[in-house]
């Protein structure tokens, strides 16, 4: 079992910063790719971003050049640096990480950019 743990969400001016951060433990070793899904109030979640173990990386089309995705693969943990948010980007944000065929989700962290 992989734990993820979400932290860095919060209320955020439009045009403002934000960086989420998530940490995994547990059965953490063998991790693959992690990232970030999001899924605003009433409507389906959708990817943010991914990143392999090796650090390549893949954006929705709808954060690319605002959003950077990272991580840090000796404390087992992915970041999500988000700039100029939008109203838009209001959401609760999930942390994944695929482990040996199995996916693995943080409980959420919800990102509120005001207008």
């Known amino acids: 079992q992989v734990q993820l743990v979400e932290s860095g969400g919060g209320l955020v001016q439009a045009g403002g910063s934000l960086r989420l951060s998530c940490a995994a433990s547990g059965s953490s070793t063998g991790i693959g790719s992690m990232g970030w899904y999001r899924q605003p109030a009433g409507k389906q979640r959708e990817l943010v971003a991914t990143i392999t173990s090796g650090g390549t990386t893949n954006y929705a089309d709808s954060v690319k050049g605002r959003f950077a995705i990272s991580r840090d693969n000796a404390k087992n943990t992915v970041y999500l640096q988000m700039n100029s948010l939008k109203p838009e980007d209001t959401a609760v944000y999930y942390c994944?990480?695929?482990?040996?065929?199995?996916?693995?989700w943080g409980q959420g962290t919800q990102v509120t950019v005001s207008s």
């Open positions: 994944f990480a695929r482990r040996r065929g199995y996916s693995y």
